[in-house]
């Protein structure tokens, strides 16, 4: 079977449906990156999220939260307000929680080494209780706080956005050159691609990383993405 053709058709199959998550299209905020993602042979998208605070309502076993379970009293991917968050909670019936979700991007990919390019991890979140049983367990001014806190991990998340973008985007044309000179030296250096012979071969387009970077975006606190491996057995 020819492998190549069969993730391309999977992919074809899945980029004319909707997008999976909740809302069934691709946020504005991240609607670059999933396209710089699909123009990729290796690679495609079936779920995103920008970043979105959240107010949910639904039992709570340790607290750990079940969403399809859950009611939703309040969802946006812009900064929120504390007067939006105590009406919302007035229709709460259970545990509500307060959640601030960073980018979330599920990416299939073709092979391993494409899924080791890609793959980052987050730990860029916030999850806190606010009621129990209906009950309103803490103050306003303490939810006025929890927002400031939710709203300042939003703007940080949209730079951490632009910045995997900038740095995928040359990964990517790095890769590009490298598939198509195997057996020539790429050295990533002041914003362009040089030759080991000191000759430059392109310019790079856009704003390219340096080494030191690149092992920065290994090891950052970037937004986390699910990478799919194509299974063997599709």
Known sequence: ?????????????????ADLSRKGSVDEGVAELVQLLNAREQYFTTSSCAGRILLLDGNINGFEVQKQ???????THKP???????????KANGDAVLKFEPLVLHVQCRQLQDAQLLAVRSTHGLEVPLSHKGKLMVTEEYIDFLLKIANQKMEENKKRIERFYSCLQCALERETITDLHPKEKIIVKNNSYSHKKKRNREKASGKC??????????????????????????
């Open 1 to 17: 079977m020819d492998r190549s053709a069969e993730f391309r058709r999977w992919k074809a199959q899945s980029l004319n449906k």
């Open 80 to 90: 929120c307000v504390k007067d939006d968050v105590i009406v919302a909670l007035k």
């Open 209 to 234: 990383v340096t080494e030191e970077n690149d092992k920065k975006l290994e090891s950052d606190d970037d937004p986390g993405i699910n990478v799919t491996l194509f299974p063997e057995d599709y």
């Open 69 to 75: 379970n859950c009611c939703w009293l309040l969802v």
